[in-house]
C-alpha cells in the first residue's frame, strides 16, 4: 500500500503521527524502521508537534542521510543559508531558489554590452539571451547607467535587461531594481564604491551576477547571495583572451582537485581557499559550481566564445566593442550561433568566415604579442 519508495513511506507516517493503525501497517510494510523511531511517533498527540519534527529529522537520517548532510541545509532555499536576522531579508519574499532559477534560464547563450537602442535591437535580432546595458566609454569615474538609458532600452527590447552597480554600492543596486531591471552585475569593471564589502545580494529580489577569478572567490560571492558567477579576464577591451582563459582554467581545475578529495580534506580545503564549508562541499557533491557560470572579456570571436563554452561555461558575455566593427550584426550572430553549437566544428567554421577584415582594430600589436612573449617565458 505504501510502495517501494522509502521516503514517500516516511513522509505518509509523518503527516499520519496521530493514527496508530496507519502506524501498524506502516511498520509491517516497511520493517527497516528502527524501532526506536517507530515508538517515538506512536506517542500520543499531545506531543505530535514535536513527533513530527524529531521524526523528520530521524527518518531523513535513515531513509536519505544525503539529503541531510550539511550540504542540504541549504535545500530549502537553494544553493546558500539565508540567516534570520534583521539585518537580512526574509528569505521567504526573496528566495534564492527562485533567483537561482532565473539565472538558469540563461544557459547556453550570449549576454551582449550595449550602450544604446539600437545596439540593443541588433543583439536581439541576432539571438542574444540577455543584455548588459553600460555607459559609452569615458574619463573618470565609471558608475551605474543612467536610469533613462535603461528605460529606453527595455522599452526598444523584449528579451532581459542587466545593469551594472559599483562593487558595494548597495544603493545604486536599489534604483537598478526600482526601475525594473531583470538582473543585477555587480562589478569590477566600474569604480569601487566599498573596497573591504560588497552588496548583501539576499537583500534584493534581482538575481545578482558577481565577477570571480578563484573558486575560493566564487563562493564567498555566492554566500552573499550571488545567482551567477562571471569568470572575469581582462577588461581593457583589447580583444586579449589570455587572462580569461587562465581564470577559467584555475576555477575549473581547483573543481577537479576538491572532486578527487576525501571528505576529511574538505575541511583543510575550505580553509585553505577562505570559502564556506557547506559550500565547499556542496560544490564537491556536484561536481561543478553551485550556481550558473559564464565567462567575459577578450571574447570578440565565435572561436573565443567556443573555447570558453568547452572549457566548462554555461555561456559568454560579450562587450561593446563587437559593435564597431564593419557588420556587428555578423559578428554577434556568429558568436551566438558559436555558443549554441560550441562541438560542432562545421558550424563553427561557417561562423569564422569572413570575419578577419573586421577585427583589424581588436589584433594584438608586435610590441604587446613581444611582451606577452616574455611573460611566458
Request: aromatic share 6%; hydrophobic share 40%.
Amino acid at each position: 500500500m505504501l510502495g517501494g519508495n522509502p521516503e514517500v513511506s516516511a513522509l505518509l507516517v509523518i503527516h499520519r503521527l496521530t493514527s496508530p493503525k496507519l502506524l501498524e501497517i506502516t511498520r509491517r510494510h516497511q520493517p527497516s524502521i528502527p524501532l526506536p523511531i517507530y515508538i517515538l511517533l506512536r506517542a500520543n498527540s499531545a506531543a505530535a508537534c514535536v513527533s513530527h519534527y524529531i521524526g523528520y529529522v530521524l527518518f531523513g537520517f535513515c531513509f536519505c542521510p544525503d539529503k541531510f548532510t550539511s550540504t542540504s541545509a541549504m535545500a530549502e532555499d537553494g544553493a546558500v543559508t539565508v540567516y534570520n536576522s534583521s539585518a537580512i531579508t526574509d528569505s521567504k519574499k526573496n528566495p534564492f531558489s527562485l533567483k537561482a532559477g532565473l539565472t538558469q534560464m540563461l544557459r547556453g547563450g550570449a549576454i551582449l554590452e550595449v550602450t544604446n537602442a539600437d545596439q540593443a535591437k541588433i543583439a536581439e535580432e541576432a539571438g542574444a539571451c540577455c543584455l548588459i546595458v553600460s555607459e559609452p566609454p569615458h574619463r573618470g569615474i565609471s558608475r551605474m547607467p543612467d536610469p533613462s538609458l535603461i528605460k529606453e532600452i527595455k522599452r526598444t527590447v523584449s528579451i532581459p535587461v542587466m545593469a551594472r552597480a559599483r562593487v558595494g554600492h548597495f544603493v545604486e543596486a536599489q534604483i537598478l531594481e526600482s526601475i525594473g531591471v531583470d538582473y543585477i552585475d555587480e562589478s569590477e569593471a566600474l569604480a569601487l564604491a566599498d573596497e573591504e564589502n560588497f552588496i548583501n545580494k539576499h537583500n534584493f529580489r534581482c538575481p545578482f551576477v558577481c565577477g570571480c577569478q578563484n573558486l575560493g572567490e566564487v563562493l564567498r560571492r555566492i554566500r552573499e547571495g550571488a545567482a551567477m558567477i562571471r569568470t572575469q579576464g581582462d577588461l581593457s577591451g583589447s580583444g586579449n583572451i589570455a587572462k580569461t582563459v587562465k581564470n577559467l582554467r584555475t576555477i575549473m581545475g581547483e573543481v577537479r582537485i576538491l572532486n578527487n578529495m576525501d571528505e576529511d580534506e574538505v575541511f583543510a580545503f575550505s580553509k585553505k581557499i577562505a570559502a564556506p564549508y557547506d559550500l565547499v562541499a556542496q560544490t564537491k557533491q556536484m561536481g561543478r559550481l553551485p550556481v550558473v557560470q559564464f565567462a567575459a572579456g577578450g571574447i570578440v570571436t565565435p572561436a573565443d566564445a567556443a573555447l570558453m563554452m568547452q572549457l566548462g561555461c554555461d555561456g559568454v558575455f560579450v562587450g561593446s566593442e563587437i559593435f564597431e566593427h564593419s557588420d556587428p550584426y555578423k559578428r554577434v550572430r556568429g558568436i551566438i550561433q558559436a555558443v549554441r553549437h560550441y562541438n560542432d566544428p562545421h558550424v563553427l567554421v561557417e561562423t569564422s568566415r569572413g570575419l578577419e577584415d573586421s577585427m583589424a582594430g581588436m589584433n594584438l600589436g608586435e610590441d604587446r604579442i613581444e611582451q606577452f612573449a616574455n611573460e611566458g617565458a
